[in-house]
């Protein structure tokens, strides 16, 4: 049924349709309207689950993982400060093996104190060996949360789904909310490989010595490797129950393209506009939609982007120091390759501020018009008169 | 390299897992410092002269077991129904609560404890060693002599107590006036001692031929004939003063006195405000004259304040020369006196703490009123109640001496106390009970150490418990500091008053002005303790190890030393401080 949901509530309605058992959080703008769904139906009984209050988001990854290891499908969402005061408990998720999901919206870190876009929270925990995925819309959003139970529960891994701040998790559109029957279809209840039992009690997790340390962390990695066939196996499954897929990243027109826009989020449906318009003026231009972050396609990066002659990266975060994350990492997935375009690097619409269409084809312009980057990260839309005040 | 997983694979989990139990870890043995259980003195019981457990009494009255809280009063203390009313309370002032609010109100607990226990006819459950054979003879049923044949009795001595007036009670029944303790609870109290065997003999004063009598048939004697004779005023016309201990043993034995007007009532003690009061009660009009100050006044704090609020008038910095006639007086029944007092004021030198007061010049004036009341003071009725100096055998203890005779002979009550209080008296019978006790089972050199050995905390006040060799005895005498309590456990929170006439009720008649608390209201004020020192079983050290190491059986916890790293948890989150970390000895 099609309703018009706003996109916090994609997700809560996503929880609501996996049938998840626990769930604990603590809020946090702008992932508050999340739980605080989630919570209603837990207390009028939409939802056979339990919401455990904590009195951070340290205690609430912790309590999430103390439900999965019980072998439940447990959930948690926050948002920034609180993605980071998780920091430690994410590589404990991992590490423990444990099919928790989280939705995380995408939100600055202060200070100055922000509470508007910018990636750089989920991107900054991206070796913490959870999976994450980048949405663009509403239904996205509800679509990934549920396929992200059944990939997180068929490589005990947990997952991580992405919203950037108000543009969507704020925003209301039509969402086709599916079916309970559906839903149940798609997504079995949890067989759990991981389940404490006081009846028969066990150790886990316990002190590992170096002699089996690094096998456990390539068990991990070896898991990861799975993740892309799984996904698309998992996809698959669900675009035959609900008729419709995302792909773990979308390549709009990169087949003849000579600059590609690589940028992940919301700003892609804007780039979607700008490019069809670009493709009317005769320029031939493509985008690629980052989605899937962790693991990192790079195969399909390379096939994608490999035959541009320059690939223009839009970040809406930045890593001090370097560049903008998602730069880095097209360029990294890139360097192995013989022939290769030149990646430029732009960041822009850090902690909120309007990423327009304008903004976009300036971007396009400026690496048409440059046979190679100005600097390794360009910023742009900077108010220049500020900044040279500084020299001054 | 391996070769790449097709999806179809299920990839085997590889995770630290074992069915072994992690008890096989034994981290004990990574200890440097171990952690138990110790308990210390609270600075409420240390500054008791009848060393009450008090820590454990409001912990037991916390949990609802009234009875048991008035035992453990009972082991320390025979009149937990008088000194909760009388006693000036040293333990309150010295209470941790005051740096957070307000002390716990443990003299109204007492009286509540046991108030609550006597209401129900059980018996005390009370620790009484079998009869030794021994007789100790007792001169004076006031609260130091009844207390010392109290401890006696418990400790398996035969008492006598040998008392002049026609009712035991001392000062008690004769010197404090009802409003302040009823006839009734004193009588309960006394009726408890004769209950566990103690005989006292009325009418019975210890003359010359008894002293001879009891160094023949008794194997000790006390000597607790307190203060009795009222300390004369030599001035002029001191002849038309009535004495203040005198006027309050006659209302006390219910005689008719029938007085109006004003009065004078020269001193400053507790005697002074009690005749006050009483005067106040009867519709005169009273004023206390003092030679020194308000602060400098002997008499209890709470009671000036209380006879003040009643319309009591204070006179500071005046001394009495002389009383005279008033010519202008006609009849006998409205006569007056004109009293003629000194100014004085306060020297720069101060005598032990206390200001020193000197004539101001030949400064004067005069008072008028019908009536005056000498209350300065008392001294000993007969000269062998006070100890000799010439003895050469004779330990001065601080609430008695002891003197070796054909029988040991102790002085005690107000004729050795630096403080004359009841619980001093009290403190005074312990102390003649336990020092007798080291005398006839370890001879005359142990008194001292054996003393020294059960004392709560570092100051004089004794424990009996502790004496027997009972659950005080492993008690630190380290007195607990405020810092040394997890304050974090506690919130602010207003001290429970229990209910109370207004001073224009109270004037009303010689009823009690405080009502004994309602056991809802007693359970609320004890569990504002802190219970300083003392395990109350609040188990907060068990629920913040993080080696599951605290191990609890049978109500009683200890350290699984297998397992607990040391790391000090439970000894920092103890709020109340019943903890140690000592160096492990390796």
């Not at chain 1, 999901?101 to 104190?113: C, E, H, Q, T, Y």
């Not at chain 1, 975060?317 to 097209?330: D, H, K, L, V, Y």
């Not at chain 2, 405000?273 to 519709?283: F, P, Q, S």
Request: glycine share 6%.
């Amino acid at each position: 049924m099609k309703k018009v949901l706003e996109g916090s509530h994609a997700v809560s309605e996503a929880v609501r349709l996996a049938r998840v058992q626990m769930i604990s959080a603590y809020p946090i703008t702008p992932q508050t309207h999340i739980v605080e769904a989630i919570s209603a139906f837990c207390a009028d009984g939409t939802m056979n689950a339990r919401f455990l209050c904590v009195e951070s988001e340290h205690s609430a990854m912790a309590a999430v993982i103390g439900a999965a290891s019980s072998g439940v499908r447990a959930f948690t969402a926050t948002s920034s400060h609180g993605l980071a005061y998780m920091h430690e408990l994410l590589h404990w998720a991992s590490g423990a093996r444990l099919p928790i999901v989280m939705a995380d919206v995408n939100r600055a870190l202060g200070p100055g104190w922000n509470i508007w876009l910018d990636q750089t929270d989920s991107l900054s925990q991206r070796d913490t060996g959870w999976i994450q995925f980048y949405c663009e819309d509403g239904q996205e959003v509800l679509d990934t949360t549920l396929q992200a139970f059944r990939l997180a529960e068929s490589v005990n891994l947990p997952v991580m789904v992405l919203l950037d701040a108000f543009f969507l998790s704020h925003t209301y559109e039509p969402v086709e909310v599916p079916d309970q029957e559906q839903v149940d279809q798609f997504l079995p209840p949890l067989s759990p490989r991981i389940q404490l039992d006081t009846a028969n009690p066990f150790a886990i997790y316990q002190m590992v010595a170096p002699s089996a340390y690094m096998e456990m962390r390539y068990n991990i990695q070896l898991a990861m490797e799975l993740v892309t066939s799984r996904f698309s196996e998992i996809e698959d499954e669900f675009e035959t129950i609900f008729g419709r897929k995302h792909g773990p990243l979308e390549a709009v027109q990169c087949e003849d393209a000579e600059i590609i826009l690589a940028t992940a989020g919301t700003t892609a449906s804007t780039c979607r506009h700008v490019i069809t318009d670009l493709r009317k003026k005769g320029e031939k231009a493509g985008l690629l939609k980052l989605k899937m972050f962790r693991p990192y396609p790079t195969d399909q990066i390379r096939r994608h982007l490999g035959q541009a002659q320059k690939v223009a990266v839009i970040d809406r975060n930045f890593s001090f120091g370097a560049s903008g994350i998602f730069a880095q990492e097209i360029k990294s997935a890139l360097c192995n390759k013989d022939v290769r375009p030149p990646v430029f690097g732009y960041v822009a619409g850090l902690g909120g501020r309007d990423v327009t269409p304008q903004t976009l084809e300036e971007i396009y312009w400026q690496t048409k018009n440059n046979n190679i980057p100005k600097d390794e990260s360009v910023w742009i839309g900077l108010n220049q008169e500020l900044v040279e005040s500084w020299s001054n | 390299m391996t070769k790449k997983q097709t999806s179809k694979d299920e990839l085997p989990l590889f995770i630290p897992r074992s069915s072994t139990s992690t008890l096989i870890n034994k981290t004990g043995s990574w200890r440097y410092f171990r952690p138990l259980y110790e308990e210390k003195t609270a600075p409420c019981s240390a500054a008791c002269p009848a060393g009450e457990d008090i820590p454990r009494i409001e912990m037991l009255v916390s949990q609802g077991l009234i009875k048991k809280a008035w035992e453990t009063v009972l082991d320390e203390n025979p009149f937990p129904s008088i000194c909760g009313r009388v006693c000036f309370h040293p333990c309150e002032k010295a209470c941790n609560r005051n740096e957070l609010d307000e002390s716990i109100a443990i003299h109204s607990m007492e009286r509540f404890v046991s108030e609550s226990a006597t209401s129900s006819s059980e018996p005390a459950d009370l620790k009484k060693i079998s009869d030794n054979g021994k007789k100790v003879a007792v001169a004076g049923a006031g609260p130091a002599g009844l207390a010392t044949a109290y401890f006696l009795s418990r400790l398996g001595y035969q008492c006598d107590v040998f008392e002049a007036q026609p009712e035991p009670g001392g000062i008690l029944r004769w010197g404090i006036p009802a409003y302040r303790l009823p006839e009734d609870t004193l009588k309960k109290e006394i009726k408890r001692i004769e209950n566990i065997g103690v005989h006292i003999h009325c009418k019975t004063m210890v003359t010359e031929a008894l002293l001879q009598k009891i160094n023949q048939k008794y194997n000790a004697l006390f000597i607790g004939c307190g203060y009795s004779r009222p300390i004369k005023l030599k001035i002029p016309g001191a002849e038309s003063a009535h004495d203040g201990l005198r006027f309050l043993h006659q209302i006390r034995t219910g005689e008719k006195v029938a007085l109006q007007g004003t009065a004078a009532v020269v001193g400053g003690g507790n005697t002074a405000i009690d005749v006050a009061r009483t005067l106040a009660r009867l519709g005169l009009k009273p004023i206390v004259a003092y030679r020194r100050r308000r602060q400098d006044m002997p008499a209890f704090k709470p009671e000036i304040e209380t006879a003040l609020k009643e319309g009591v008038k204070l006179m500071e910095l005046v001394s009495p020369i002389r009383i005279e006639e008033d010519p202008s007086s006609r009849s006998k029944s409205d006569s007056s006196f004109i009293m003629t007092l000194q100014k004085m004021k306060v020297s720069a030198k101060e005598i032990r703490g206390r200001a020193r007061v000197i004539p101001d010049g030949d400064k004067t004036k005069t008072l008028q009123v019908q009536h005056i009341f000498i209350a300065i003071g008392a001294e000993a009725q007969a000269l062998w109640h006070v100890p000799s100096a010439k003895n050469n055998n004779q330990l001065t203890l601080s609430h008695s001496k002891i003197i070796e005779q054909k029988i040991p002979v102790v002085f005690g009550g107000d004729l050795t106390n630096e403080t004359k209080s009841v619980t001093d008296a009290i403190a005074s019978g312990k102390q003649a009970a336990i020092a007798l006790d080291v005398y006839f089972k370890k001879g005359w050199d142990a008194i001292e150490e054996s003393l020294l050995s059960c004392r709560v905390g570092t100051g004089p006040a004794l424990s009996m418990t502790a004496y027997l060799g009972e659950e005080r005895n492993g008690r630190k005498p380290h007195i607990v500091l405020f810092d040394e309590i997890n304050a974090d456990y506690f919130q602010s929170a207003a001290r429970v008053i229990p209910p109370t006439l207004s001073p224009a009720q109270s004037l009303r008649s010689f009823s009690e002005i405080e009502a004994t608390m309602s056991k809802r209201a007693a359970i609320k004020e004890a569990e504002r303790c802190f219970n300083c020192g003392i395990c109350n079983s609040c188990d907060y050290c068990r629920i913040f190890c993080p080696d599951v190491a605290v191990m609890v059986e049978k109500a009683e916890r200890y350290i699984n030393l297998d397992y607990c790293k040391g790391c000090g948890i439970c000894v920092i989150e103890c709020p109340r401080n019943a903890m140690a970390l000592e160096e492990e000895k390796k």
